[in-house]
């Protein structure tokens, strides 16, 4: 079985000895300070590619943004990262990046007010998600990047409190390995 066919049924995990880099991945803040997962080893690191058009991204990131503070208790690190372009192929102009990012926010004031969280455009090429995940077909698309910046699962689409759960599956597995 190919990963495409494991990707289109939803969820994906990898073995420990079949895991895949991820840590060339970088994503930019809004101050434009880079996050790579490379900086980020030691911890296990969630990544939630999401649209501004889509209610189960919605959905996933602010289950992020409610898990972000207890982030470091548990030694995980977060990266909500829009995948929505900039621009269209033909040059016009699209709600994405960080457009989108602050469309999202707004439209989403009352909740970000009490739980404030950042948000990551995808770095490209070298940088970008396509070098451990093929490439994104839908969304929202959930990578967990284990301690090592290698990738132990995927999971496309969202289901309620699933960025906690594949957080804690990740950490029994270590436990069990320890």
Same mark, same amino acid.
């Given at each position: 079985?190919?990963?495409?066919?494991? /990707?289109? !049924?939803?969820?994906?995990?990898?073995?420990?000895?079949?895991?895949?880099?991820?840590?060339?991945?970088?994503? /930019?803040?809004?101050?434009?300070?880079?996050?790579?997962?490379?900086?980020? !080893?030691?911890?296990?690191?969630?990544?939630?590619?999401?649209? /501004?058009?889509?209610?189960?991204?919605?959905?996933?990131?602010?289950?992020?943004?409610?898990?972000?503070?207890?982030?470091?208790?548990?030694?995980?690190?977060?990266?909500?990262?829009? /995948?929505?372009?900039?621009?269209?192929?033909?040059?016009?102009?699209?709600?994405?990046?960080?457009?989108?990012?602050?469309?999202?926010?707004?439209?989403?004031?009352?909740?970000?007010?009490?739980?404030?969280?950042?948000?990551?455009?995808?770095?490209?090429? !070298?940088?970008?998600?396509?070098?451990?995940?093929?490439?994104?077909?839908?969304?929202?698309?959930?990578?967990?990047?284990?301690?090592?910046?290698?990738?132990?699962?995927?999971?496309?689409?969202?289901?309620?409190?699933?960025?906690?759960?594949?957080?804690?599956?990740?950490? !029994?597995?270590?436990?069990?390995?320890?």
């Amino acid at each position: 079985m190919t990963f495409e066919d494991h /990707y289109t !049924k939803g969820h994906i995990a990898f073995a420990p000895g079949k895991r895949v880099d991820a840590s060339a991945f970088t994503a /930019y803040g809004k101050d434009g300070k880079p996050v790579s997962i490379a900086s980020l !080893k030691g911890k296990i690191v969630v990544v939630g590619f999401w649209s /501004y058009h889509c209610e189960p991204s919605a959905r996933m990131v602010m289950e992020m943004a409610q898990l972000f503070p207890r982030r470091e208790k548990f030694g995980f690190e977060i990266l909500a990262v829009n /995948y929505d372009a900039s621009r269209m192929s033909d040059g016009s102009e699209a709600t994405g990046g960080w457009a989108a990012v602050r469309s999202f926010e707004l439209s989403n004031r009352d909740f970000f007010k009490d739980n404030p969280f950042p948000f990551f455009i995808p770095g490209t090429g !070298k940088e970008g998600a396509i070098n451990f995940i093929n490439q994104v077909e839908s969304l929202p698309l959930l990578a967990v990047v284990d301690r090592d910046g290698k990738l132990a699962s995927l999971d496309s689409g969202y289901q309620d409190k699933e960025v906690g759960m594949r957080v804690s599956q990740l950490m !029994k597995e270590e436990q069990a390995a320890n």
